[in-house]
């Protein structure tokens, strides 16, 4: 009897893309069409969240399957480097596996492979201009930039639009579309599928910077969004908590509010980023199609994080709340339901067991996430919570959602929030100060004080949370210990 063939893996990441923004998911503003056919394919994960929201302890979420505390990164820090020996990537390759990378990986040093056979580098701005900062070639850290030269000439930049990598000012992209670095993580991801060994099969991780900032969408894309009537932000009854950290003179600012034409062209040049990204995913699917490979290639979407905004007049990420840490999620392909849409709160760190799972390969028990596709299949119970936490604004924001509720604690102050996800799904009314509201806090908080119980920063004591306590985006000592998700 022969061996049955091992489905390839197509892992596509964006960056930045909040939880909410799909067609299928009921946005009223953005449009992704082919996105929204992927999830008819597949099954769409509803409650999918970034554990720790911003790219870096994302990622190290993502390509180990480790929980934060135990990958150590707590919150956003360059230069860290990546020292973890057992990987997503590494597996795949060890039982087989043409494996290869094409864009964003953010890890350190910038050529770390993370057990890819190779890598083709797309850096975000921010690392390349470190790199010329420190002294050092941006060649080496990025191969997007000598690759849009060799079109442009020796002087070509990305960046010469003048748009800051995290700021909420958009503009069209300044140069022909081709040479998009959207299109560049495409066409790059597509050559693998032409000069791939034919005789193995493959994990592809094709990995965009959008809808990251820079907001620099092709002018299409852009302008059908300039004129589109859109739904205000939501802002809280608690969102003056904020005001403190307000700067809306700021463009990189976490905090503030801005003129509505400015917001309305945010929020143009993001969704138009996401319109962008959808059609590119379309042609690398093509692509599968056209090599004959679709069949049996298991295509999983999802992003790091999300974006704020504007939502309770934040930006950026990094914050517990759903624009931030809410992503999508789709997975399609040999033995997934189709059309199926799950409520299962699921996150970065079970995709590695999952994709291993899916194609039939062991999962290494050093691995903490969970696979989600037994429960996919109705074959088994989903997790019942996740925790998740992020250090921000010089504290760390510790939460807890099951995907019905949602409990944030605020370490420097101790300000717990409560939020009905299912009657609020924008976290607009905060139900902690109501009377009845006790029992589910001590709830939660007896599940939080379970989870950062022996950290290094001193979260707990006597079965208590403690506040105040110093915070760093790093644990000098991290940790395999925490409740175990339901």
Known sequence: MTEPERPNVLLIM??????????????????????????SQGTRYAKAYSATPTCTPARASLMTGLR??????????????????????????????QTQAVGKMHVSPERAQLGFQNVVLHSP???????RERGQDPDLVDDY??????????????????IDSNSWVARPWDKPEHLHPTNFVASES??????RDPTKPFLLFASFNAPHPPFDPPAWAFEQYLETDMPDPPVGDWAEAFDPWANSADPTALVGTIPPDLLQRARA???????????????????????????????????????????????????PYEGSARIPMILSGPGVPAGQVRDDVVELGDVMPTLLDAAGLPVPDV??????????????????????????????????????????????????????????????????????????????????????????????????LVVGRPVRPTLRHPISGGAEPG
């Open 125 to 131: 701005l921010g690392i390349v201009r470190s790199a």
């Open 269 to 319: 040049g993001y969704y138009g980023h996401m319109t962008h990204v959808d059609q590119q995913i379309n042609f690398l699917l093509e692509e599968l199609s056209h090599r004959g490979l679709r069949d049996n290639t298991l295509v999983c979407f999802l992003a790091d994080h999300g974006e704020m905004l504007g939502d309770h007049h934040l930006f950026r990420k990094g914050f």
């Open 367 to 464: 691995v903490q996430g969970r696979s989600f596709l037994p429960a996919t299949l109705d074959r088994a119970e989903p997790r019942a919570w996740l925790h998740g936490e992020h250090t921000l604004l010089g504290q760390s924001f510790q939460w807890l959602t099951d995907g019905h509720e949602k409990y944030v604690w605020w370490s420097g102050t101790g300000r717990e929030q409560l939020f009905d996800l299912d009657s609020d799904p924008t976290e607009s009314h905060d139900l902690a100060p109501s009377p009845g509201a006790s029992a589910r806090l001590e709830r939660w908080r007896e599940v939080l004080v379970g989870e950062l119980r022996g950290r290094e920063e001193g979260f707990t004591e006597g079965g208590r």
């Open 145 to 162: 930039l000598p690759w849009l030269r060799l079109r442009l000439g020796r002087d070509a930049t990305f960046f010469d639009h003048g």
């Open 14 to 39: 964006a960056d930045q893309w909040r939880g909410d923004c799909l067609g299928s998911a009921g946005h009223p503003t953005v449009r992704t069409p082919f996105l929204d056919r992927l999830a």
């Open 68 to 97: 934060p505390a135990t990958h150590g990164r707590v919150g956003y820090a360059d230069h860290v480097a990546w020292d973890y020996p057992t990987t997503l990537a590494g597996e795949f390759t060890r039982h087989g596996y």
């Open 190 to 195: 597509a050559d693998f599928l032409r000069r």
